[in-house]
């Protein structure tokens, strides 16, 4: 079940969410009630007691909902199959407050893959955010490199934030613009 939804839920076991947009984590405890008001890209934000959580899709067991599992890729898969498979896996990586991927916003600036002498890849992403002072900042990059860290083949990743160029509306896909009303 993807996109908006106001789905009651328990929680059935302590577990950690992050607060929007503050980006502070705290303990939803067993028993805590509420609703899952978006559930895109594997992770969950849930409304409990007037604020919004963001729990994390490895965590979607204790408010009833099934684990996304991590992606495959071909057997001796080239760069461009993993190139393929990281930009979907960003295509996973929703802002907790917009309804619209990393990748349609424009947040990805760039996406670098070297190969490692010793066998593995090496993943290289600089992203930027909506606002500079947006709290959930650390939360998306924490997000996209945990989702590309999990790519077969890919040893290690470095998500960068940065802020130049700033990023703006005409960055947004025309999809993201018609969804947000910005066309």
């Known amino acids: 079940m993807f996109g908006h939804m106001n789905e009651p839920f328990s929680v059935s076991r302590d577990v950690t969410a992050i607060i929007i947009p503050v980006g502070e984590a705290i303990i939803l405890r ?3 009630s509420g609703f899952i008001t978006q559930a895109l890209g594997g992770s969950f934000t849930v409304y409990v007691e007037g604020n919004l959580f963001r729990v994390a899709g490895a965590d979607a067991d204790a408010i009833g909902k099934e684990p996304v599992p991590p992606p495959a890729v071909p057997d001796n898969a080239t760069d461009a199959d993993i190139e393929q498979v990281i930009w979907e896996q960003l295509r ?3 802002d907790p407050e917009i309804p ?3 990748v349609d916003l424009g947040l990805v600036y760039r996406c670098d893959i070297e190969n490692r002498p010793e066998g593995g890849r090496f993943v290289g992403v600089d992203m930027t955010l909506t ?6 900042g650390d939360i998306l990059v924490q997000d996209a490199q945990e989702k590309i860290a999990v790519i077969p083949t890919v040893e290690d990743v470095k998500v960068e934030l940065v802020f130049d160029p700033p990023w703006n509306q005409s960055m947004m896909s025309d999809e993201a613009r018609l969804q947000t009303g910005m066309m």
């Open 30 to 32: 067993e028993g805590t």
């Open 131 to 136: 606002a500079p002072g947006c709290g959930m």
């Open 92 to 94: 996973t990586v929703y």
């Open 100 to 102: 619209i991927n990393i």
